[in-house]
């Protein structure tokens, strides 16, 4: 069982940044970072392939947020800016258990091993 574990979350202002960080304790395939709000769905943020080739930012999301991963430290970080009241949510790393077609990974279904979430709050 693979274990994740996100630490980075925090109170910050609207335009600052932050980075998250989910260090997992092996090396898994695919992964990725979902967010929910309070009363919402969880939502798709971002994903990176095994190798980092291939990384995917929700199309609302896209030149604020960004991907990467550290195998060699089998860490996943998501570096945040220009951040909005309306990212205020609950943020989850994820990791697959097997080769999954990255079309997919947009998806919660397809992910097998779930953080316990760190909460980022962004005030006005």
């Known amino acids: 069982q693979v274990q994740l574990r996100e630490s980075g979350g925090g109170l910050v202002q609207a335009g600052g940044s932050l980075r998250l960080t989910c260090v997992a304790s092996?090396?898994?395939?695919?992964m990725g970072w979902f967010r929910q709000a309070p009363g919402k769905e969880r939502e798709f943020v971002a994903t990176?392939?095994?190798?980092?080739?291939?990384?995917n930012e929700a199309e609302s999301l896209k030149g604020r947020f960004t991907i990467a991963r550290d195998n060699t430290k089998n860490t996943l970080y998501l570096q945040m800016k220009g951040l909005k009241t309306e990212d205020t949510a609950v943020y989850y790393c994820?990791?697959?258990?097997?080769?999954?077609?990255?079309?997919?990974?947009?998806?919660?279904?397809?992910?097998?091993?779930w953080g316990q979430g760190t909460q980022v709050t962004v005030s006005s």
């Open positions: 994820a990791a697959c258990a097997k080769v999954t077609d990255q079309a997919k990974l947009t998806s919660t279904s397809a992910y097998d091993y």
């Open positions: 092996e090396c898994t395939f695919g």
């Open positions: 990176i392939s095994l190798v980092g080739s291939t990384a």
